[in-house]
């Protein structure tokens, strides 16, 4: 782990090789939870982005070519140097992105299982194969990489998304330049040592840093075959925009604002112990994280006292704290956004504030952090600015409803569809919700729905600009093309070989193995 004093230059990764990054603009690196510099990003230039490019381009040549069973070894490899060093690259999250350190650990050991997930990719990227079209004739379907993909993370998930681009984008073949957020980009710098420990071909991964100028190489590259990106609304119909001139594929998750429902049936304890996980978890910084409390009219006053009640003893400070629930947000920008969403909710949507996170009062070492404690209001209808907004941020918003329907029309009406859960007993309100919330992911007593690796995961709506979720058979489809081969055959000569055929299949089997290749 970096010593307090060290300053973190974060570099790029070309060639297997770390950058000079001196002679490029820079930008500074912040620790949120002290508010203190700590470093500086390189802010790669379009060259710097075509070099990665042409790198992957080159190394794609023979990495495609690897065996599959090689391309998994090294993933295998990659999830044992990330278990061996798990600690530190947690550290490194709870560092610049300031994710509490015990969600960074998750975090973490979540990309863990996602590479065991991707070790399998010999088993996952099989094709399909009908036999006997015709007599002679067989159909089938082959999955192969094709070329270059560009991926953009966003500030709030440096490892996860990593894990949901890089293993399957390389497991199927590809090559990949990864860009990550430029306010948290320290952990693929250890990554970047971890690919170089495991002997991974210089090439299959680049790692460029910087805002989004660098991305503005990748549309009109022929060598580019597919974008994908993590971040908001705005910026994946951005890429969508460019990549869909460029005729290139893209997989964008966008943004979110999940609801979370209380029926009067509500399991109390299960549902006050989600509740703190999904709206104060990473702050409220995740695009699964519980936004709009939706509570049923019988049960409204009692929950909504309890969850007041619980938000008050949730603890906030230094992201390193292991005494203390919740980090911060990731800039003063961030923090002055969500501060200004409170004072849009409070004078002009005219919600009840019951409980103010504003300008909270820390302890000298941290006073410079960027924090919001947890923040509720009450009286919140769908129409307000702070129901529509994506605060992300410990913000909830309290509605009170007699009818489910009601609810769930006003999650139809949404722009945006990522996650949605419905605290219950009843298998009635159960089943028409998974069937009616339209969104990409809903949860069932479950503050947090976020599929298991082996699943996809994704939005729907704004919330997912394309077609293809992450991880799972749709990371797979994304970073494979298939190709789908007709073969017919005959035998070399006639007679011959038909006769040998007839007699071997008339011998004793376990199996009817008769043939049936036309005479
Ligand atoms: P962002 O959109 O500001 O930035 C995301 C990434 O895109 C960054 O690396 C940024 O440098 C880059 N970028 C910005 N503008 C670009 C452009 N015009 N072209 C190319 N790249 C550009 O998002 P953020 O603030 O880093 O992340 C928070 C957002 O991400 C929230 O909206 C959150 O809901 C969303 N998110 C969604 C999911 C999901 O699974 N749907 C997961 C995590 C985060």
């Known amino acids: 782990m970096m010593h307090p004093s060290e300053f973190i230059q ?14 490029r603009e820079q930008m500074p690196l912040y620790d949120p939870s002290t508010g203190k510099q700590i470093g500086q ?29 090689k391309r998994a070894a090294f993933i295998f490899d990659m999830r044992q140097a990330m278990k061996d060093n798990h600690e ?8 610049d992105q300031a994710k509490h350190i015990s969600e960074a650990r998750g975090e973490v050991q979540r990309v863990i299982q996602i590479l065991e997930t991707a070790s399998g990719i010999p088993t996952l990227m099989q094709g399909e194969t009908v036999d006997n079209i015709a007599g002679n004739i067989v159909g089938r379907v082959i999955k192969q990489p094709l070329g270059v993909f560009c991926g953009v993370a966003p500030f709030n998930f440096p490892a996860l998304v990593f894990g949901w681009f890089i293993p ?21 710098q250890k990554m970047g040592a971890i690919f170089n420990d495991i002997g991974l071909p ?41 990549a869909g001139k460029a005729g290139k594929r893209t997989m964008l998750l966008g943004g979110a604002k999940n609801y979370l429902v209380v029926m009067e049936d509500v399991q109390m304890d299960i549902w006050i112990e989600d509740f703190i996980h999904s709206c104060y978890g990473s702050a409220g910084q995740r695009c699964l994280s519980g936004s709009i409390v939706a509570i049923h009219e019988d049960v409204h006053d ?35 956004r969500i501060n200004g969403m409170i004072e849009i909710g409070r004078l002009e949507d005219r919600a009840t504030l019951v409980l103010d996170g504003r300008d909270p009062d820390m302890p000298p070492d941290i006073k410079d952090g960027y924090y919001v404690a947890p923040t509720i209001f009450s009286d919140v209808t769908a129409d307000m600015q702070i129901a529509r907004t994506e605060i992300f941020g410990p913000v909830v918003s309290v509605m009170k409803f007699s009818n489910l329907d009601d609810i769930l029309a006003n999650i139809q009406a949404q722009p945006v569809g990522n996650g949605a859960c419905i605290f219950t007993q009843n298998l009635y309100y159960t089943e028409k ?16 729905p976020a599929p298991h690796p082996y699943l996809p995961f994704g939005g729907i709506k704004d919330s997912l600009i394309g077609t293809n979720k992450v991880q799972g058979k749709d990371g797979i489809d994304f970073f494979t093309q298939n190709k789908i081969a007709t073969v017919r055959f005959s035998p070399p000569s006639a007679g011959r070989h038909r006769a040998d055929i007839r007699t071997k299949a008339a011998g004793p089997q376990s199996s009817d193995t008769r043939s049936c290749v036309p005479d």
């Open 202 to 242: 210089p090439g299959v991964i680049n790692i460029i840093n910087g805002d989004h100028v660098p991305t503005l190489s990748w549309y009109d590259d022929p060598r580019v075959a597919g974008i994908c990106m993590v971040g908001s609304s705005p910026t994946a119909k951005k890429i969508a925009e460019a």
């Open 41 to 69: 990003v390189p802010l790669s230039t379009q060259q710097d982005s075509t070099a990665a490019i042409e790198s992957c381009h080159e190394a794609y040549g023979t990495w495609r070519c690897a065996s599959v069973a």
């Open 10 to 23: 974060i570099r790029n990764f070309l060639d297997g090789e770390w950058q000079d990054s001196e002679q």
């Open 433 to 448: 919700f998974i069937a009616d919330a339209n969104v990409g992911m809903v949860g069932v007593n479950v503050g947090v």
């Open 88 to 95: 530190d690259l947690a550290q490194s999250i709870a560092l």
């Open 168 to 188: 399957f984008c390389i497991g199927t073949g590809n090559t990949m330049v990864f860009k990550p957020s430029p306010l948290s980009p320290y952990f693929m």
């Open 302 to 336: 009692q929950v909504l006292e309890k969850i007041v009640e619980a938000s008050r003893k949730v603890t906030y400070g230094s992201a390193m704290d292991p005494e203390v629930y919740m980090g911060p947000v990731i800039s003063a920008e961030a923090r002055d």
